[in-house]
Each structure stands twice: as structure tokens, then as C-alpha cells.
């Protein structure tokens, strides 16, 4: 299990899973993930989305993933409740491409959940797991323009590969939406290892591995 480097407001548990962690130590699963930027309360049911959030101590929460982004938040409301979030972050996901509703990416979706039930983004403490890094993550020109729509978008997230073609840099993506959204940056504690390049500790679907997934997971107390 891999530990975000940063310490929390309160009693919390959280970590990004490995190909060497067993089955039983993950979460149960709660959400059916749709690449898509549905946040919604945690409850004992499986619904469709992916991000999740709950305020009730001991209920574990988590998104799965291959190359995607996890992303973790933990803060404390205006009245001193603990709150958490999961959110699953692909490509889709991070620009908020192909979601009918408004609102953005998934990001922004769940730090607005938190900001309307009464919390202050600059209080969070967050992290972005293992994913396809810039390294590997080659993408479409579509792509590109998908992500240049964000507020956040700037020039340095697009580099070119050994191919030629565009590469994004998808953690840096949510990273710059992240401090645009008022989460401060001395308040991060990201695992920056890449799926594609790790065979020995992480699943990767571009490598192949089109079943296995690890898990960004979070509780508190």
C-alpha cells in the first residue's frame, strides 16, 4: 500500500493500493465507473459515477483504477465534521468531456460538493495516486483541445513524445485545476509513480492488463 506524504485535519486512513495488496485489504465496491464526472453520497448500494464522498466515520470509500487518476480529498466542514472524497480521473473525467451536465471535470465537481456543504477548499488536504504519467499517456489532438478548454490549461501540459505525437500530463492537469480551486499546494501528498512504467508494483491497462485494477481508497478514523 502506498501512503499520501501528508498529514490530515483529523483521524484518516488512506492509501493507493498495488498489484501486491491482498483482496481482502481493499474496499468494498460502490461504484460502477463510467468515465464520467458523477459525485455522489456514499451509501451501501452500488450506483453509477465516479467520485464518491461520505462524512460517516468507519465507511470506507475508493475508485479503481488502471492509468486513470485517483484522487483523494479530506477536510473538515464549517461545523467540524469531517468530509471525504474518491474521485476517479481519466482524460474525460479531468475535462469533464462527453458529460451533459455542467460543471466541469470531476475535480472541480468535488471540491463544488464540498464548497456548498459548508467547507473552505484551502483547508483540503489531498493526493493524486499512481497513474499513466506524461512519460507514457500519448493522446489525440482532440484531446488536447478537450483539456485546453479548462481554466486551468496551460502550454506546458502538452508535450510531444518520442513518436511525435502529443503527450498530456494528466496529474499536472488536475494539479493546476486543483490551485485554481483554492486547495493549497503545501497541502498535497501525490504519489507520482506511472502505471505504464512500474509493471512490478501497478496495473496498467495500455500495458495490457485489461481486468486488474488498483484502488484509491480513503476512511475516516
Known amino acids: 500500500m502506498l501512503t499520501p506524504g501528508i498529514a490530515a485535519p483529523f483521524p484518516l486512513s488512506w492509501g493507493f493500493s498495488t498489484r501486491l495488496d491482498p483482496e481482502a485489504s481493499l474496499p468494498a465496491r460502490r461504484l460502477n465507473q463510467v468515465h464520467r464526472c458523477g459525485v455522489v453520497e456514499a451509501s451501501d448500494a452500488v450506483v453509477e459515477g465516479d467520485g464518491l464522498w461520505t462524512t460517516t466515520p468507519g465507511r470506507r470509500i475508493g475508485v479503481r483504477v488502471a492509468d486513470c487518476v485517483p484522487v483523494l480529498l479530506a477536510g473538515l466542514l464549517e461545523n467540524g465534521t469531517p468530509w471525504i472524497a474518491a474521485l476517479h480521473a481519466g482524460w474525460r473525467g479531468a475535462t469533464g468531456h462527453g458529460d451533459p451536465s455542467p460543471g466541469g471535470g ?96 501497478l496495473y496498467s491497462y495500455r500495458r495490457g492488463e485489461t481486468t486488474s485494477r488498483q484502488w484509491g481508497w480513503i476512511e475516516i478514523g
Open 106 to 201: 470531476i475535480l472541480r465537481r468535488g471540491v463544488a460538493r464540498y464548497r456548498a456543504l459548508g467547507g473552505d477548499p484551502a483547508g483540503l488536504v489531498w493526493a493524486f495516486g499512481p497513474a499513466i504519467l506524461a512519460c507514457h499517456l500519448e493522446v489525440g489532438e482532440e484531446v488536447i483541445e478537450a483539456a485546453r478548454l479548462d481554466p486551468a490549461w496551460h502550454e506546458g501540459l502538452r508535450s510531444v513524445g518520442p513518436a511525435g505525437k502529443a503527450h498530456l500530463d494528466l496529474h499536472g492537469l488536475l494539479r493546476a485545476q486543483a490551485l485554481d480551486l483554492g486547495l493549497a499546494a503545501q497541502k498535497e501528498g501525490t504519489v507520482a509513480l506511472c502505471t505504464v512504467c512500474r509493471p512490478d508494483l
